[in-house]
């Protein structure tokens, strides 16, 4: 049974919210990765650019997936050897990477670059859940889908401020 997105909605942000995820820490990555370009970008702004990436059906669908398979892999019931793979986020394993691109698909190109750097750097929340040593949760998933919720809001701004570039100007 399809679900209504309004109800698909509310879950994703209840499950993010139980794992410990705030929107508003989501926001402070978009505000540090937009503001050298948009000098009057706002707090609320990139927050509500974060809103509207989650409102987006695939970006649940991403939301449910990832934080499904992080629980189901700290409660022990994956077999084996995905179960071992996916508790030690195991570098050669890229499918939590490669889920978080589909929402950042949502955007374009500009999101792939900067989730590339998020994913590199692993600034504020996203390093808070990459940190497998101050936690038994895991979030081999949920550090990327952060990280490509905050790339796709940040693209988001862009594409709604092309006048930015020097191209453009």
Partial sequence: MVQPDSKLHEVALEKLNDRGVELNEIAELVYDLQSPYLAELTFERCLDSVEAVIRKREVQNAILTGIELDVLTE???????????????????????????????????????????????????????????????????LDDIVGAIAAAAASRLAHDNPGISEIMQ
């Fill in 75 to 141: 409660e022990g019931k994956l077999s084996s050897p995905l179960q071992e793979i996916i508790e030690e986020d195991e570098s050669l394993y890229g499918i939590d990477e490669i889920l978080a691109l589909s929402i950042v698909n949502v955007y374009g190109s500009i999101g792939f670059t900067n989730y590339g750097f998020l994913d590199k750097t692993k600034p504020k929340l996203i390093k808070r859940l990459d940190d497998h040593t101050r936690s038994n949760k895991t979030h081999t998933f």
